[in-house]
């Protein structure tokens, strides 16, 4: 009786994992976008910055999520892989400034009197 009962339970235990597992893949495959990113490079200059992070609409405007790296003599770099669209974004530097891109092509009203830069991912 109790080897039909480990039994029993080992089976249930497999099954169980086994759809579990492909319960997991299939929202996993559901949450993955199949529009391939493109690489897009933001660079920013200021010899002074001590810290240069990149906030926009692709990250929620989150000021803690993507920091420019120091490249060295006030250059700061950061690769972004964007889905193709239209993204509005700002330079925060030493967290309390908030910089529009004066390279970019294309900028915005950003509702506090100044503006936002606007890339175009094809």
């Not at 009962?5 to 597992?21: I, P, R, S």
């Not at 660079?43 to 420019?68: C, M, P, R, Y």
């Not at 925060?92 to 936002?116: C, H, M, S």
């Amino acid at each position: 009786m109790w080897f039909r009962m480990l039994v029993v339970a080992v089976v249930a235990f497999f099954v169980g994992k086994f759809y579990g597992q492909k319960e997991i893949e299939e929202e996993l495959y559901e949450e993955k976008s199949c529009v391939p990113k493109k690489s897009v490079v933001f660079e920013h200059q200021d010899k002074n910055a001590k810290k240069v992070v990149l906030t926009g609409d692709f990250n929620n405007w989150d000021i803690n999520s993507d920091q420019l790296f120091d490249l060295g003599d006030g250059n700061w770099s950061i690769t972004m892989f964007l889905e193709p669209g239209r993204y509005e974004y700002k330079f925060v530097v030493d967290d309390t400034e908030w910089i529009a891109d004066p390279l970019a092509k294309e900028f915005v009203d950003d509702g506090y009197g100044g503006k936002r830069s606007v890339v175009v991912v094809q």
